[in-house]
């Protein structure tokens, strides 16, 4: 039989649960080859992603390209022993404080199914990562979004929304897309208002970008508030996002009950090789942020130049608002060989988000955007 004709027998439709029946699945976008051959341009400056364009550190290159094809055959260390003993070191934290997952995008997963159950709820913001609302929906919770106050995460309306069914928060910060950040003061007394009622996740993905003096260490407060769990990737600034390496850290006590939805053997070897290597480079993270702080100066001073809007905060990455639809503008950056973020589905309709790169993808991208804004093109 085929897919179609099993998907019309009514069997099926009774199996599917109502939660699932209203998600509807994410589209990843299609591979270079055949956006080019769509689009009708020859080379592709993909600035959707938040990559970073240096790519990893020379340690964690070195490792990739050593590796023994061999091991290809074997399982990886279940719980990601060693870089779990590294991170430990590094945060002042025992190692079973730490659970890597394939991303962070899969942790998301293991603390929601740790402490959600049906009637449950999660509280985060409208226009943010959009994962923690997916997954807390498809699972069956509801996600209640409070709207970003000052394109930043606002902490007054999150606890207003709190009720017995609460189990989480989730805190992007810096966020993703607004490069808004919560300062330590401010997330000390938002953890201070919970008190220990929730659990209180602080997604970092973009901490290593940040150069500002009052943002907060999360893995520092651990040991003070033990309902706060800090994620944090090997995805952005350490340019490992192909292998999928990410983790969270947590008191002890909480990190045991997350251990009991966590997938084994989810991480592959090489990503868990290249991360223990990586997290030590700490001239990667400064050429990094130089490239970014520069670039940045740059692409501002000519959204300026073109008169548009924009959102330019911490993270590498900046969001900007056009005079049209943002999935009118992809289409024709697009065939400018440039490819942005719509943002729609983080619903900022109008804006796309860039990611910062480097010299040539960042003149590509403004003269792509001098052509569309300026000529319709
Ligand atoms: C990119 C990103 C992640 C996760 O990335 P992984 O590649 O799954 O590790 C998590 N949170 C935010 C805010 C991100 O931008």
Not at 163 to 184: A, H, L, M, Q
Request: hydrophobic fraction near 45%.
């Amino acid at each position: 039989m085929k897919h179609c004709d099993l998907m019309k027998n009514t069997h099926i439709e009774r199996l599917v649960p109502d939660h699932i029946k209203r998600f509807e699945a994410y589209i990843p976008s299609k591979p270079d080859d055949m956006l080019m051959k769509m689009a009708g341009c020859s080379r592709l400056f993909r600035l959707n992603n938040n990559e970073n364009p240096l790519g990893p550190p020379p340690a964690a290159r070195r490792i990739i390209e050593a590796y023994p094809s061999l091991r290809a055959s074997v399982y990886p260390s279940g719980d990601a022993y060693h870089l779990r003993c590294k991170l430990g070191d590094l945060f002042g934290l025992h190692p079973d404080q730490i659970l890597v997952g394939n991303g962070a995008n899969e942790v998301i997963g293991f603390v929601i199914k740790a402490f959600c159950q049906e009637g449950d709820n999660i509280i985060t913001a409208d226009k943010t990562f959009a994962v923690y609302e997916w997954v807390a929906s498809f699972s069956g919770f509801e996600a209640r979004l409070v709207p970003l106050k000052d394109f930043t995460f606002d902490d007054e309306g999150m606890l207003s929304l709190m009720d017995e069914r609460t189990k989480i928060f989730f805190v992007c910060n810096p966020n993703n897309p607004t490069g808004t950040y919560w300062s330590e003061e401010r997330l000390r007394r938002f953890l201070d208002r919970v008190a220990g009622r929730q659990i209180v996740v602080v997604d970092e993905a973009y901490c290593e970008f940040v150069e500002q003096a009052d943002f907060p260490d999360g893995m520092r407060l651990i040991a003070e508030y033990p309902n706060l769990v800090i994620f944090r990737t090997f995805s952005k600034m350490y340019a490992l996002a192909g292998l999928r390496i990410g983790y969270l850290a947590g008191n002890r006590e909480v990190v045991d009950i997350i251990r009991r939805t966590c997938v084994v053997y989810s991480v592959n070897g090489l990503a868990q090789e290249a991360a223990y290597v990586a997290i030590e480079d700490k001239e990667h993270v400064l050429a990094t942020r130089t490239l970014v702080r520069n670039a940045k100066a740059l692409l501002t001073h000519e959204l300026d130049n073109l008169g548009l809007t924009y959102v330019s905060g911490e993270g590498n990455f900046l969001m900007v608002r056009l005079p049209m639809s943002d999935s009118l503008a992809y289409r024709k950056l697009m065939t400018h060989g440039v490819m942005v973020r719509s943002m729609a589905g983080f619903r900022f309709p109008n804006w796309i988000r860039i990611t910062i790169a480097l010299p040539e993808a960042m003149n590509a991208l403004m003269e792509a955007l001098f052509e569309v804004v300026k000529h319709d093109r």
